[in-house]
Structure formats: structure tokens, C-alpha cells
RNA sequence: UGGGCCGUCGACUAAUGGUAGGUCAAGUGCCUUUGGAGCACUUUGUCUAGGUUCGAAUCCUAGCGGCCCAGCCA
């Protein structure tokens, strides 16, 4: 979390252009509250994070819904911590939460807590106990769920449903007054045992809980549940619009009954289809199980898909903003291809990050008729999609490194890069012919002597033949060396969870997830790249600088491939 | 087997009773000092069966399929 700052500073994404404003469903209903007048005008969100772990992508969508859609109807959105299960809650988590939240780009207006609210909830609950709509329950947990029924079967009452409103408002107060130990009781709401909703089955408001709260401490031993926090929370914010995902549908008729009994600020409840992507895991526990066998370095491993993660990777904001703006929102569960939100990461990036040329498998060139001790300066366009990105200098001498993948003693069908007696073109370099060959003992090309053209400086052939292929390259003599971090997707199943009988997810980990390479060679204007900086690697893909480099030992994360029409024609 | 929600190109999504469109992916061509980017073009779709209607992806009925719910988690 310690590099959000670092990260931010290098973004490069300020003139952001007009967003798309996608019509959805509950885009179209607040449009419909706003003409019937239905909150006079008004739409205010809140984004309710429980700090018990890390942002990832599938928040991130609906933070850009919550915030999004409140900005685009002149509304604001609160940010809330819905921390009411203090055995699971920390502080660490409430500042990596802001910290993702302003990464991405937005701006809460109320900051708010679901703990400041635990008095006034109290008071509630008193209040529906007086009005015989809540009694406290001696069952055992293991009682009530057997009394709950099935989902066919109606629930049984419980045998304390009946006690007087006097013995409830005692027992609830010493409840409170921490007589009672933990799982001996429970505050529960007086609905519908028979309900075919089990969530209306005598739901629980409070369980005794003797927890350290990370912000109230043991003030309370007493702590309301979720669904008897959330709506009152909204209420008491004015929120108009409450989204949350589709899994808290059958929640609604509880969060308007709350709502209802108590009189309060009528907020309503929106749900929309959860995030699913392939070859990525979305659950909290499954990535802390990640993090906690150390399958990965930490929550922002690289490969993680929490947002410390993916900035880390090299991901922008920007990007994950248009990714989001452009799935929709819908009711459908579906699982977005990879691909897609790849490819705003890649149109992101194409435009703002400049080119710079990297070899990341060095293989050695000499060129042999080019005169030795000599050193020119080429310019280098550093962004073609932007003039004003300039230009730059890159020296260029007699011993070169280019890609290993870029000669071919023996060149396959289609091949156009170098090869013996194929002419290619340096990038803003020379023309080159391929000679002659050093192998090892292995007979590994270690080696390869090639002569240039002096009349093709820049690029250009004055006769003005052609030639097939531009090969990038850095000068041996000037090369910076580098580590980079080649990274593929973290399991090697598009359904991660898609596991044989008696395994876990973790069967599908992708064993070539990442790849360390650690004699990568830059061109020496990277030499003061700043942690958080994205660059192109011509031909190779973004990659940004990691956090774990260290003056003259810098460390780069490939945040995504260029597409590579070449390697996918070969993999035919 | 109760309740809730959902089925549109390979994926995601739009069409709100009136031309099934967009993005990604895939493919073809053009262009190219990144086999990048860009440009042009192309392929494939309304789960099924009935019904209402001049007209149905849209409304109704039934079937089929998927997701969620039996925490003192959120």
C-alpha cells in the first residue's frame, strides 16, 4: 500500500475524455425517480466496503457505478466502512480501501462508518422491541438453525418468541451490559417463521460479541448484524440509491422492512451482476488463502487482481474506468473474457506510454564493418500516437543486442526478422545483413556478425529498396541491465474453480505465471525511470517499474503483451 | 423439492411492441521504420413450444437451462 503514492505520482492520465455514459437498468430507474420526483431531485450512493481485505477489480466496478452514476446526476457518494464484525476488521484494510478508491479516481463526499451508527441502531432495536417487533432469543446457534426449517420446510418458532416486552427490553440491556457471554443470546426481529424467504425466518440484529473493535475498542459487546445495519445506514445518509450485487436480491424485503418498522428515510435497494472474469479468482478468502500460503508474494503480487495488485502490474485507472464504463450492467451472471479489459489496458497505454526500446533475451550483434570505438546518437520518436511526447537519442555502436527471438538460423516459413543473408532494419538505426554466426559448445547461437549499409542511417534506403522487418536493439556498451518480471495469468484454467473431485482451486495455479529474467538490456534513457513510470517496450508490451528496485538495479513488471500477430500465426 | 433472479453472435451488452446494433475475440485485406497502432471489410445470435398482436428479443403460459438463499459473515 506504501507504493499507491509513488504510483500515482507517475500516472499519466489527466485530460480524460468525455466517458461513455452507457444506458443500464438502474441508470434507467434513477432517471425515472428523477422525474417522478421521487427523492425531489435527489441521488446520493454510497460505496459500503467491509474493511476485512483488499479492493479488486470486482469492486472497482462498482465503485465507478456508485460514484459514476451520483456524479452524473449531480449527486455525491459516501464512502462507509460497513465494519459491524469487529473480529474480522482492521485499520489496515480501511487505508488500503481509500487509497484504491482515490487510485481510481474518485472523491467521496461523506466518510462515514457504520460503527458511528451503533447508538443510534441501539435505540432502534429498543424501539422495535417496545413495539413488539424484535425479542431476544436464549436458542443456541445450533438451535436456530434447526428451527429455521429448509428451504421447503417452514421454520418453528422459537419458544422465546413470546416474552413480554418488559423481559426483552431487560435482557437486551444486559446484553449490552455484557452480562451474558458470547453466543448465549440474540436480538432477533419478529417476522415470519414460515416465510418461503428464509431471510424473513425471525431474522438476528445482534449477537454478544466480547471483540476489540478496531474503531469503537470494547465499548460495545453488542454488534449488529448486516442486514440490520445496511439499510438504516443508508437511511440515516439519505442515500436514494443503495446497488449492491445480485446475491443480496432475496435481502430486500429485510432492508425495507427495517426501513419500514422504523419510519425512516426510505432508501432503496438496487442489485446488479457481479464481475466475473476468466482465468481470475474474484473471493476475498480464496485470495487471502493465495496470500497466506504464499502462492503469491502479497495482496499486491503483480498477478493479484486486487487493485494494489494491478497498479503494481502497470494497470491505469483510466483503463479500469473504461473497462467498466464499457461491460454493462446488467442481471445476467455471465464471465468476461481476460481479453477485454487487456484490451483497454492496451488502448490506455498505446496512447500515454511512451516507446523505448528494450531487449529483454539479449542476444549479442556485431557489426563487423561499422567502425570500432564509434558511437552515434539516432533519434527516437517517443510516442507516435503524441507528437508533443518529442523525441529522444539513443546511442548506437558496433556491438548491439537484439531479441533472441528475432534471428533464426534457419528461418521458418513467414519468418521476417533476421536471418543469414536477409537484410533487416535496426530501428532508427541502419540496415543489416546477417554474416555469420558464434555458437557455444552446445551449438547455441551465441553470436551473431552482421554488416550495415552507411547509406541507410535512420532507416531509410536511399535506393529505396524495402525491407521486411524492423528489429528493435540497445547498444551493448550502453545498456542499462535490468530485471524484468514476465508475468501470464495466474491459473491456467479459464474457470479457476473448474477443479477435479478432492482439489482445490490451487490445482489450477499456472506454474509459468511468472517468469524472472534478470539480464534484460535498456536503453540508457531509462536510467532514471521512477518507480510507477510506464513505458511501451517496443515490440514487447508496457511494462512499468516496480517498487522493489533499487538505484541501479531497476526491476519491471510486463503489465501486458503487445499483440503478437507473428507468435499467434506460429502457434497455428 | 420452497422462494428470488436470469436466458440475445464465441464473450459482454443494446434494442423499453416497429430495421436485431455496438465492444471484445476470431478472420480477410490495406497501410506501416513496432508482425504494434490505425483503416476497411467479413463470419456467427434472440433457449424451446404454444399464445396475444397488423407486427414479439420485448407481453402471456408452459417447459428447459443457469445463478443465489437454510452464518450469531458481509
Same mark, same amino acid.
Given at each position: 500500500?506504501?507504493?499507491?503514492?509513488?504510483?500515482?505520482?507517475?500516472?499519466?492520465?489527466?485530460?480524460?475524455?468525455?466517458?461513455?455514459?452507457?444506458?443500464?437498468?438502474?441508470?434507467?430507474?434513477?432517471?425515472?425517480?428523477?422525474?417522478? #420526483?421521487?427523492?425531489?431531485?435527489?441521488?446520493?450512493?454510497?460505496?459500503?466496503?467491509?474493511?476485512?481485505?483488499?479492493?479488486?477489480?470486482?469492486?472497482?466496478?462498482?465503485?465507478?457505478?456508485?460514484?459514476?452514476?451520483?456524479?452524473?446526476?449531480?449527486? #455525491?457518494?459516501?464512502?462507509?466502512?460497513?465494519?459491524?464484525? !469487529?473480529?474480522?476488521?482492521?485499520?489496515?484494510?480501511?487505508?488500503?480501501?481509500?487509497?484504491?478508491?482515490?487510485?481510481?479516481?474518485?472523491?467521496?463526499?461523506?466518510?462515514?462508518?457504520?460503527?458511528?451508527?451503533?447508538? $443510534?441502531? *441501539?435505540?432502534?432495536?429498543?424501539?422495535?422491541?417496545?413495539?413488539?417487533?424484535?425479542?431476544?432469543?436464549?436458542?443456541?446457534?445450533?438451535?436456530?438453525?434447526?428451527?429455521?426449517?429448509?428451504?421447503?420446510?417452514?421454520?418453528?418458532?422459537?419458544?422465546?418468541?413470546?416474552?413480554?416486552?418488559?423481559?426483552?427490553?431487560?435482557?437486551?440491556?444486559?446484553?449490552?451490559?455484557?452480562?451474558?457471554?458470547?453466543?448465549?443470546?440474540?436480538?432477533?426481529?419478529?417476522?415470519?417463521?414460515?416465510?418461503?424467504?428464509?431471510?424473513?425466518?425471525? !431474522?438476528?440484529?445482534?449477537?454478544?460479541?466480547?471483540?476489540? *473493535?478496531?474503531?469503537?475498542?470494547?465499548?460495545?459487546?453488542?454488534?449488529?448484524? &448486516?442486514?440490520?445495519?445496511?439499510?438504516?445506514?443508508?437511511?440515516?445518509?439519505?442515500?436514494?440509491?443503495?446497488?449492491?450485487?445480485?446475491?443480496?436480491?432475496?435481502?430486500?424485503?429485510?432492508?425495507?422492512?427495517?426501513?419500514?418498522?422504523?419510519?425512516?428515510?426510505?432508501? $432503496? $435497494?438496487?442489485?446488479?451482476?457481479?464481475?466475473?472474469?476468466?482465468?481470475?479468482?474474484?473471493?476475498?478468502?480464496?485470495?487471502?488463502?493465495?496470500?497466506?500460503?504464499?502462492? +503469491?508474494?502479497?495482496?499486491?503480487?503483480?498477478?493479484?487482481?486486487?487493485?494494489?495488485?494491478?497498479?503494481?502490474?502497470?494497470?491505469?485507472?483510466?483503463?479500469?474506468?473504461?473497462? +467498466?464504463?464499457?461491460?454493462?450492467?446488467?442481471?445476467?451472471?455471465?464471465?468476461?473474457?481476460?481479453?477485454?479489459?487487456? *484490451?483497454?489496458?492496451?488502448?490506455?497505454?498505446?496512447?500515454?506510454?511512451?516507446?523505448?526500446?528494450?531487449?529483454?533475451?539479449?542476444?549479442?550483434?556485431?557489426?563487423?564493418?561499422?567502425?570500432?570505438?564509434?558511437?552515434?546518437?539516432?533519434?527516437?520518436?517517443?510516442?507516435?500516437?503524441?507528437?508533443?511526447?518529442?523525441?529522444?537519442?539513443?546511442?548506437?555502436?558496433?556491438?548491439?543486442?537484439?531479441?533472441?527471438? =528475432?534471428?533464426?538460423?534457419?528461418?521458418?516459413?513467414?519468418?521476417?526478422?533476421?536471418?543469414?543473408?536477409?537484410?533487416?532494419?535496426?530501428?532508427?538505426?541502419?540496415?543489416?545483413?546477417?554474416?555469420?554466426?558464434?555458437?557455444?559448445?552446445?551449438?547455441?547461437?551465441?553470436?551473431? *556478425?552482421?554488416?550495415?549499409?552507411?547509406?541507410?542511417?535512420?532507416?531509410?534506403?536511399?535506393?529505396?529498396?524495402?525491407?521486411?522487418?524492423?528489429?528493435?536493439?540497445?547498444?551493448?556498451?550502453?545498456?542499462?541491465?535490468?530485471?524484468?518480471?514476465?508475468?501470464?495469468?495466474?491459473?491456467?484454467?479459464? =474457470?479457476?474453480?473448474?477443479?477435479?473431485?478432492?482439489?482445490?482451486?490451487?490445482?489450477?495455479?499456472? !506454474?509459468?505465471?511468472?517468469?524472472?529474467?534478470?539480464?534484460?538490456?535498456?536503453?540508457?534513457?531509462?536510467?532514471?525511470?521512477?518507480?510507477?513510470?510506464?513505458?511501451?517496450?517496443?515490440?514487447?508490451? &508496457?511494462?512499468?517499474?516496480?517498487?522493489?528496485?533499487?538505484?541501479?538495479?531497476?526491476?519491471?513488471?510486463?503489465?501486458?503483451?503487445?499483440?503478437?500477430?507473428?507468435?499467434?500465426?506460429?502457434?497455428?
Amino acid at each position: 500500500m506504501t507504493e499507491a503514492n509513488a504510483s500515482t505520482k507517475a500516472d499519466s492520465t489527466p485530460a480524460a475524455p468525455e466517458p461513455a455514459r452507457p444506458s443500464n437498468f438502474i441508470r434507467d430507474t434513477i432517471i425515472e425517480d428523477l422525474k417522478t #420526483g421521487k427523492y425531489n431531485g435527489r441521488v446520493w450512493t454510497r460505496f459500503p466496503p467491509e474493511p476485512n481485505g483488499y479492493l479488486h477489480i470486482g469492486h472497482a466496478k462498482a465503485i465507478c457505478l456508485d460514484f459514476g452514476l451520483a456524479d452524473e446526476f449531480g449527486g #455525491g457518494t459516501n464512502l462507509r466502512f460497513d465494519d459491524t464484525n !469487529p473480529e474480522k476488521e482492521e485499520t489496515e484494510y480501511v487505508e488500503s480501501i481509500m487509497a484504491d478508491v482515490k487510485w481510481l479516481g474518485f472523491e467521496w463526499e461523506g466518510l462515514y462508518y457504520a460503527s458511528d451508527y451503533f447508538q $443510534q441502531l *441501539h435505540d432502534w432495536a429498543v424501539q422495535l422491541i417496545k413495539a413488539d417487533k424484535a425479542y431476544v432469543d436464549d436458542l443456541s446457534a445450533e438451535e436456530i438453525r434447526k428451527h429455521r426449517g429448509t428451504l421447503t420446510e417452514p421454520g418453528k418458532e422459537s419458544p422465546f418468541r413470546s416474552r413480554t416486552v418488559e423481559e426483552n427490553l431487560d435482557l437486551f440491556a444486559r446484553m449490552k451490559a455484557g452480562e451474558f457471554p458470547d453466543g448465549s443470546r440474540v436480538l432477533r426481529a419478529k417476522i415470519d417463521m414460515a416465510s418461503p424467504n428464509l431471510n424473513m425466518r425471525d !431474522p438476528v440484529m445482534y449477537r454478544i460479541l466480547h471483540a476489540e *473493535h478496531h474503531r469503537t475498542g470494547d465499548k460495545w459487546c453488542i454488534y449488529p448484524m &448486516y442486514d440490520y445495519a445496511h439499510g438504516q445506514s443508508d437511511s440515516l445518509e439519505n442515500i436514494t440509491h443503495s446497488m449492491c450485487t445480485l446475491e443480496f436480491e432475496d435481502h430486500r424485503p429485510l432492508y425495507n422492512w427495517f426501513i419500514q418498522e422504523l419510519g425512516i428515510f426510505p432508501s $432503496q $435497494q438496487m442489485e446488479f451482476d457481479r464481475l466475473n472474469l476468466t482465468y481470475t479468482l474474484l473471493s476475498k478468502r480464496k485470495l487471502l488463502q493465495l496470500v497466506q500460503e504464499k502462492r +503469491v508474494s502479497g495482496w499486491d503480487d503483480p498477478r493479484m487482481p486486487t487493485l494494489s495488485g494491478i497498479r503494481r502490474r502497470g494497470y491505469t485507472p483510466e483503463a479500469l474506468r473504461n473497462f +467498466v464504463a464499457n461491460i454493462g450492467v446488467t442481471k445476467t451472471n455471465g464471465t468476461l473474457e481476460l481479453a477485454m479489459l487487456e *484490451h483497454f489496458v492496451r488502448e490506455d497505454l498505446n496512447r500515454s506510454a511512451q516507446r523505448v526500446m528494450a531487449v529483454v533475451r539479449p542476444l549479442k550483434v556485431v557489426i563487423d564493418n561499422y567502425p570500432e570505438g564509434q558511437t552515434e546518437e539516432m533519434d527516437a520518436v517517443n510516442n507516435p500516437e503524441d507528437e508533443s511526447a518529442g523525441k529522444r537519442k539513443v546511442p548506437f555502436s558496433r556491438e548491439l543486442y537484439i531479441e533472441q527471438d =528475432d534471428f533464426r538460423e534457419i528461418p521458418p516459413k513467414g519468418y521476417f526478422r533476421l536471418s543469414p543473408g536477409k537484410e533487416v532494419r535496426l530501428r532508427y538505426g541502419y540496415f543489416i545483413t546477417a554474416q555469420s554466426v558464434v555458437k557455444n559448445d552446445k551449438g547455441d547461437v551465441t553470436e551473431v *556478425h552482421v554488416t550495415y549499409d552507411p547509406a541507410t542511417r535512420g532507416g531509410n534506403a536511399p535506393d529505396g529498396r524495402k525491407v521486411k522487418s524492423t528489429i528493435h536493439w540497445v547498444s551493448a556498451a550502453h545498456a542499462i541491465n535490468a530485471e524484468a518480471r514476465l508475468y501470464d495469468n495466474l491459473f491456467s484454467k479459464e =474457470d479457476p474453480n473448474d477443479v477435479p473431485e478432492g482439489q482445490d482451486f490451487t490445482a489450477n495455479l499456472n !506454474p509459468n505465471s511468472l517468469e524472472t529474467v534478470t539480464d534484460a538490456k535498456l536503453e540508457p534513457s531509462l536510467k532514471s525511470a521512477l518507480p510507477g513510470a510506464r513505458y511501451q517496450f517496443e515490440r514487447l508490451g &508496457y511494462f512499468c517499474v516496480d517498487t522493489d528496485s533499487k538505484p541501479g538495479a531497476p526491476v519491471f513488471n510486463r503489465t501486458v503483451a503487445l499483440k503478437d500477430t507473428w507468435a499467434k500465426k506460429q502457434s497455428k
